[in-house]
């Protein structure tokens, strides 16, 4: 069960003042939970039906509309600052950085 007094996730930056500076725009919150049903339609799409050539000409279309909507919105929490903490913890490593 989940427990509302635990964060499970940062959804904001907070400034010394405890106030929110940044958040998620509406319109990168409705490409993720566009990506997010588009994904989990494909994926039952693709269990149902047998894998043929129509699959082959439909699945790199819909992983590029994915990747667009998801590098819009990483774009965006990384120009807020939302991914600060993690972007220096990646360039300590070496400046390695995983897509």
Same mark, same amino acid.
């Given at each position: 069960?989940?427990?509302?007094?635990?964060?499970?996730?940062? =959804? +904001?930056?907070?400034?010394?003042?405890? +106030? %929110? *500076?940044?958040?998620?725009?509406?319109? =990168?919150?409705?490409?993720?939970?566009? /990506?997010?049903?588009?994904?989990?339609?494909?994926? *039952?799409?693709?269990?149902?039906?047998? %894998?043929?050539? @129509? *699959?082959?000409?439909?699945?790199?279309?819909? @992983? *590029?509309?994915?990747?667009?909507? %998801?590098?819009?919105?990483?774009?965006?929490?990384? +120009?807020?600052? @939302?991914?600060?903490?993690?972007? /220096?913890?990646? =360039?300590?490593?070496?400046?390695?950085?995983?897509?």
């Amino acid at each position: 069960m989940h427990n509302k007094n635990t964060p499970q996730t940062v =959804s +904001a930056r907070r400034d010394d003042l405890n +106030a %929110i *500076s940044e958040h998620l725009s509406l319109e =990168s919150f409705h490409k993720l939970n566009r /990506a997010c049903e588009t994904l989990q339609y494909f994926g *039952s799409d693709l269990r149902r039906h047998e %894998i043929n050539g @129509l *699959s082959q000409l439909y699945t790199p279309q819909i @992983l *590029s509309y994915v990747h667009e909507d %998801i590098s819009h919105v990483l774009e965006e929490l990384k +120009a807020k600052g @939302l991914c600060r903490d993690f972007l /220096a913890t990646t =360039s300590g490593n070496g400046g390695e950085h995983h897509v």
